[in-house]
């Protein structure tokens, strides 16, 4: 059967930097001197002069999680995955089950005439079998690692399909990081937690296959 990635992907990861506002400090203008009348008195500094820190602003942290099982078995990309999976392996599994009637069936024969043959003729029935039965476990080997092989093609195409919506998702929405999610067991209160699953799946699919 068909496995979605159990991995970890975390889609992006962006730095919250809090932004310092600096007020300047303002500057007195001194009055100008008038002929024939008294120096003025130097001007008072405005009210607020002195530079201020002003607060922190700090982008707000948020982060979601993601449920990949879903993604994988619910996305038109995983469906499509999986039927082109399981399409490989029956057909594998066909040929399989043929050689192996096959081999059943001559080793039926064989049995039937050994007390017909001479112990040269079951010396080479025997050895003739045997190199079949050989060629039948290295067709079962190549079956299962180009099967292995597909499986994780398709998984990981998969894949980043999906982490190519979170990154998307995640940019367009201000994430601070996406996460999947049997990964989340604690967030402080202080963060915004939230479930993206439904987003992400919609993002993917628009990308995927049309039917």
């Known amino acids: ?26 500057k007195t203008v001194p009055e100008k001197k008038v002929e024939s009348v ?3 008195s130097p001007a008072l500094p405005a009210p607020g002069a002195k530079g201020a820190e002003s607060g922190k602003t700090e ?26 999976f399981e399409k490989k392996t029956d057909s594998y599994k066909a040929q399989i089950a043929a050689r192996q009637k096959k081999l059943e069936k ?14 040269e ?22 079956a ?29 929405n201000g994430f601070t990081a996406i996460l999947v999610k049997k990964d989340v067991l604690y967030l402080g209160s202080g963060v915004d937690v939230q479930d993206v699953t439904e987003a992400i799946l919609k993002l993917v699919n628009e990308k995927g296959p049309k039917p």
């Not at 919250?16 to 506002?21: F, G, I, S, T």
């Not at 003729?121 to 190549?142: C, H, I, L, S, T």
Request: charged content about 30%; cysteine-free; aromatic content about 10%.
């Open 38 to 40: 008294q120096p003025t």
């Open 121 to 142: 003729q079951r010396a080479a029935k025997a050895k003739g079998f045997e190199r079949k039965v050989d060629e039948y476990q290295k067709f079962v080997q190549k």
């Open 59 to 84: 982008r707000t942290v948020k982060f979601g999680y993601a449920d990949m099982l879903k993604l994988g078995s619910e996305s038109v990309q995983g469906k499509a995955a999986k039927a082109r």
């Open 144 to 172: 299962e690692k180009e099967m292995q092989a597909f499986q994780e093609e398709i998984t990981r195409k998969l894949y980043n399909d999906i982490e190519q919506a979170a990154v998307a998702y995640g940019k367009a």
């Open 106 to 119: 001559e080793k039926e024969a064989i049995q039937a005439k050994l007390s017909t043959l001479t112990q």
């Open 1 to 26: 059967m068909f496995k979605p990635l159990g991995k970890i992907f975390v889609a992006f990861l962006l730095v919250a930097v809090p932004v310092l506002v600096g007020a300047e400090e303002a």
